[in-house]
């Protein structure tokens, strides 16, 4: 059952954008693009175009999935020429189009919020919970930024990768009917409020978006509705966490301009093909 929803999103600094009579991208092309216009204008050395999770970790495989996927492939299966062009955009952002730091590689979730806080980036890739922390009293981009949908590549749509966690009664457990009272609970109206309200998630409950009191508290909330209803999972396998860890050197080595893209997706189809071989063949010999 989940317990509160998230997805990948694209702050911008709604004042640069309006001091250069600039609207924000809708495609990745347009991104850098506009973020090349801004940083020629602006001639600020500590300001840098867009910030992304770039450090070899789960951040750095969503990333890479809204960028693949939205562009109509995706990391292990779909359209291949496609598939490079993805990753060679993002690594390109940073040897090619100038627009993204060299200390990418090493960057979460929380560096680029730093970064992106302190004025220091055009647009970031982030998920929603950066928005309160971003506007608290004495934070340099109160009240200058926006929020909107990811970009996509020309003839596709905006794939963020869906996030939040979510709540589940052990099959085991020896209090079960407690359990689902405290599973009911955590995601009733009234509890969802809540958290909306006093710890900024996302709400799990569709009817909350449309609540023009919790609208007013949280007014972010109406533009993240259809973001939200865009998202798409990770792939859907339970050996999605093994698949995850042996793939993520492959992208960082893009990253950081070891490994082509071809290179890196043969690497990635080939390891993915063997493991989901072996697992196969595993289950095959658990169930004899």
Same mark, same amino acid.
């Given at each position: ?13 709604? !004042?640069?954008? !309006? ?7 809708? $495609? ?44 109509? $492939? ?5 359209? &291949?020429? &496609? ?110 409020? &809540? ?15 449309? !609540? ?10 109406? !533009? ?55 697992? $196969? ?8």
């Amino acid at each position: 059952m989940p317990w509160y929803v998230d997805a990948g999103v694209l702050y911008y600094r709604r !004042d640069l954008l !309006d001091r250069h009579g600039l609207e924000p991208p809708r $495609t990745w092309l347009e991104l850098a693009q506009v973020a090349k216009l801004v940083l020629d204008a602006e001639q600020d050395s500590k300001l840098a175009g867009f910030v992304w999770q770039g450090k070899q970790y789960e951040g750095l495989m969503c990333v890479v999935l809204e960028v693949l996927r939205s562009n109509g $492939t995706d990391l292990w299966v779909g359209d &291949r020429d &496609r598939a490079e062009y993805g990753l060679r955009f993002l690594r390109e952002t940073i040897s090619t189009h100038g627009i993204t730091p060299l200390s990418t590689s090493m960057a979460d979730e929380e560096s680029t919020r730093w970064m992106f806080g302190e004025g220091h980036a055009l647009f970031m890739r982030n998920w929603p919970y950066a928005w309160s922390l971003l506007q608290q009293e004495g934070s340099p981009v109160r009240g200058k930024i926006g929020v909107v949908a990811l970009p996509a590549f020309s003839g596709f749509s905006s794939a963020p990768v869906l996030g939040g966690w979510m709540l589940a009664r052990p099959s085991n457990s020896t209090h079960q009917e407690v359990v689902g009272e405290l599973i009911s609970f955590l995601t009733s109206p009234d509890a969802q409020r &809540r958290v909306a309200v006093e710890l900024g998630y996302n709400p799990v409950r569709r009817a909350l978006y449309t !609540d023009e009191s919790l609208l007013e508290l949280r007014p972010l909330l109406k !533009d993240l509705y259809p973001i939200l209803l865009m998202a798409k999972p990770r792939s859907v396998t339970p050996y999605y966490l093994l698949l995850s860890q042996a793939i993520q050197p492959e992208i960082s080595a893009v990253v950081v301009g070891r490994k082509s893209p071809q290179e890196a997706l043969d690497a990635i189809r080939r390891r993915v093909e063997q493991i989901m071989g072996e697992q $196969t063949a595993t289950a095959r010999l658990g169930r004899s």
